[in-house]
């Protein structure tokens, strides 16, 4: 079973850093590619960045230099640091994890970059 809990969303300036954190409940957290969504208001979900098992990462070009996903797998945690906020981050994020045929997403946490 899985079960993914975000925190970290909230309200940041332009400019502005946040740290996004996902926790998996489930068990091999260490094997499983995790991804971080974003989902805009009025737009569909869009994937914003990847990690597999090894630590290797990918992401979109929107984001790319800016945000880092990691992982601590002694703690079945992944985290995106969102660095140099823009007002176009602004979204419900979510992480989200594709285990044994299942799609796996926590509830969301939002981002809102606004001065």
């Known amino acids: 079973q899985v079960h993914l809990v975000e925190s970290g969303g909230g309200l940041v300036q332009p400019g502005g850093s946040l740290r996004l954190t996902c926790v998996d409940s489930g068990t091999t957290f260490g094997l499983k590619i995790m991804r971080w969504y974003r989902q805009r208001s009025g737009k569909g979900r869009e994937l914003v960045a990847t990690i597999i098992s090894d630590g290797g990462t990918d992401y979109a070009d929107s984001v790319k230099g800016r945000f880092i996903i990691s992982r601590d797998n002694a703690n079945n945690t992944v985290y995106l640091q969102m660095n140099s906020l823009k007002p176009e981050d602004t979204a419900e994020y979510y992480c989200?994890?594709?285990?044994?045929?299942?799609?796996?997403w926590g509830q969301g946490t939002q981002v809102t970059v606004s001065s």
């Open positions: 989200n994890v594709f285990y044994e045929g299942e799609n796996y």
